[in-house]
């Protein structure tokens, strides 16, 4: 059974050599992403090599590799936060210093054990060397590490979520389409790193730090990871770019203009804004914007020669419904005329009425229509 393990974490640590080499090979593509995700790559190939070492059971003569893990540990997680964060569109809050200040520290904690032999950093962490400055060093090493990890996966996991779940509204409320910027490959990712936090919460907890089978678990666990991102990941057509919405477009500002926006709003009074919304909906009628697959909120704005903001407003007051459900609203109604006054496939009905995937449309359809296209064609007719 070991030999399965380490055939699987040796897999990953050659997927996260092979995206790293990906990412470096995308230079002109999203630089100040990708360089997040090559220094989690990097980590990664140190960590999952040191999984297949320790699981060899090669750790006495590779013991430095195993303690140099003791601060790298701590990098993981504000790393893929400056990822996530990055790729939408946010910035890290505070001094990027900061966030790598713990491990940093740890690391000056453990320097002295890098001096010792393996032999010696082996019986240390067994407990063969008691009431000794290294002891002593080993015990406040591990207590501040415990501290560490413990208020990082409650401070990073719990920003990436928010982060994911800003943007899946942010997108909602700016775009007609969502297929090319899934974000569910991030969430995976998200709750795996959340299971390793745990996992290491537990070691920690238990003063296992070498615990076999938890230790062996987790490597298994980030290798998958790693694997999976690479199968799944490098399926998406923009994997290796900025996922994050160009907030100047969407928002006919800068993030920081927020405030500023709300008071623009407030300007809207009830009247304006249900003659906004009747000109919008003859538009709509007339125009049929909904038809392009890629409309977003400020194309349809400056079709309506009007603020982005102020459509937004009008949109979410007068119909209850965010951009992307308003405008998929038309389509499928659209789609139900073709439906019944042609012979069409479904596939195709969806594509003309400005879907881009049959998926989108079938949630859409099934949504309103409560009932599937094709029983809906054949029921009608």
Known sequence: MLIVYITIISIGVV?????????????????????????????????????????????????????????VTGLFLPLYCAYISDMVGSKLKGALLLHFTPSLFVFLMTSPFFLLDSDTIIELFNGDMQDTYFDTLTSITLFLL?????????????????????????????????????????????????????????????????????????????ALLVISLNIVGLQQVNIFKKLRIDMHKLTD????????????????????????????????ETEKPFLDNELSLSSLADSLDLPPHYLSQVINQITNKNFFEFINGYRVQFSKELLLNSNDTVLKIAMDSGFNSKTTFYKAFKKDALMSPSEYRRLKK
Request: some cysteine; aromatic content about 10%.
């Open 15 to 71: 997927q996260s050599i092979v995206l790293t080499l990906a990412m470096l090979g995308k230079k002109n593509e999203a630089d100040s992403t990708h360089k997040w995700l090559v220094a989690l790559c990097l980590l990664l190939v140190i960590s999952l090599t040191e999984g297949v070492v320790d699981i060899a059971g090669l750790d006495q003569q590779f013991s430095h590799l195993s303690l140099l893990m003791l601060p």
């Open 146 to 222: 415990l501290i560490v990890t413990i208020f990082q996966g409650g401070y990073y996991i719990t920003t990436c979520f928010k982060l994911l779940s800003s943007y899946k509204t942010l997108i909602g409320e700016h775009l007609s389409f969502n297929e090319k910027i899934s974000l569910t490959w991030l969430k995976v990712m998200t709750i795996g790193l959340a299971i390793i936090w745990f996992m290491l919460v537990i070691i920690f907890l238990t003063g296992e730090l070498f615990s076999e089978y938890l230790l062996i678990t987790l490597h298994v666990i980030g």
């Open 253 to 284: 500002g800068s993030s920081s203009d927020v405030e500023k926006e709300k008071y623009q709003r407030s300007s809207l009074d009830k009247a304006l804004a249900e003659k906004l919304c009747q000109s919008t909906l003859k538009f709509m």
